[in-house]
């Protein structure tokens, strides 16, 4: 095991308000912020609320081009942005739903069936590190949209054309989907 020059380093208090912190963790390309109350002491091994982790997601709006199953509804929405005319794949996104949510979002899904898949740049060779690829094999699970919907959605980041621990946020029906491209 390597041994560091400074293995703990104090980072000093940070002075401002929250909106300002939140401007600086998100220009700073930062994952977020870690608060503790001043008056109060660390205690290992407790949880007593005086620390807070706060994690600063990015967002935006994407084009969901298809789904995956599940035994009532489905399990994972597979979204994605345009480059010019193509669609491109993101990511496939399974948090952020509730059992209700799930329900009415099938029900919305459905009525845009169809055979073909809409994204461009699919089936990818391999499922890359973080298991974000949609490979030919994955590809069979999924059953494809006419790309018309549009949803909000937060991430922890991009790395190339995919997202990194996309959230579902809300549906998006003020925004026309062929308008939706990557921005950040």
Same mark, same amino acid.
């Given at each position: 095991?390597?041994?560091?020059?400074?293995?703990? %380093?104090?980072?000093?208090?940070?002075?401002?308000?929250?909106?300002?912190?939140?401007?600086?963790?998100?220009?700073?390309?930062?994952?977020?912020?870690?608060?503790?109350?001043?008056?109060?002491?660390?205690?290992?091994?407790?949880?007593?609320?005086?620390? %807070? =982790?706060?994690?600063?997601?990015? !967002?935006?709006?994407?084009?969901?081009?298809?789904?995956?199953?599940?035994?009532?509804?489905?399990?994972?929405?597979?979204? !994605?942005?345009?480059?010019? =005319?193509?669609?491109?794949?993101?990511? %496939?996104?399974?948090?952020?739903?509730?059992?209700?949510?799930?329900? =009415?979002?099938?029900?919305?899904?459905?009525?845009?069936?169809?055979?073909?898949?809409?994204?461009?740049?699919?089936?990818?060779?391999? +499922?890359?590190?973080?298991?974000? !690829?949609?490979?030919?094999?994955?590809?069979?699970?999924?059953?494809?949209?006419?790309?018309?919907?549009?949803?909000?959605?937060?991430?922890?980041?991009? +790395? !190339?054309?995919?997202?990194? *621990?996309? *959230?579902?946020?809300?549906? %998006?029906?003020?925004?026309?989907?062929?308008?939706?491209?990557?921005?950040?």
């Amino acid at each position: 095991m390597p041994k560091l020059a400074e293995p703990i %380093r104090l980072s000093p208090a940070l002075e401002g308000n929250m909106k300002e912190l939140i401007v600086v963790v998100k220009e700073s390309g930062l994952e977020g912020l870690v608060a503790k109350r001043k008056d109060n002491i660390y205690e290992p091994g407790l949880r007593t609320g005086a620390w %807070r =982790k706060m994690r600063v997601n990015l !967002g935006q709006k994407f084009v969901i081009g298809g789904y995956t199953p599940s035994a009532k509804n489905f399990d994972t929405m597979v979204i !994605g942005y345009y480059e010019g =005319k193509k669609l491109i794949y993101s990511a %496939r996104v399974r948090n952020g739903f509730t059992p209700e949510t799930r329900v =009415k979002l099938f029900k919305l899904l459905k009525p845009y069936e169809t055979d073909t898949c809409p994204f461009a740049n699919l089936p990818e060779l391999k +499922s890359g590190r973080w298991g974000a !690829g949609l490979t030919a094999a994955k590809m069979k699970d999924c059953r494809w949209l006419d790309p018309a919907l549009v949803a909000q959605f937060e991430f922890l980041e991009w +790395s !190339g054309s995919h997202l990194r *621990h996309p *959230h579902f946020m809300a549906m %998006r029906d003020d925004k026309d989907a062929r308008k939706v491209v990557k921005e950040l």
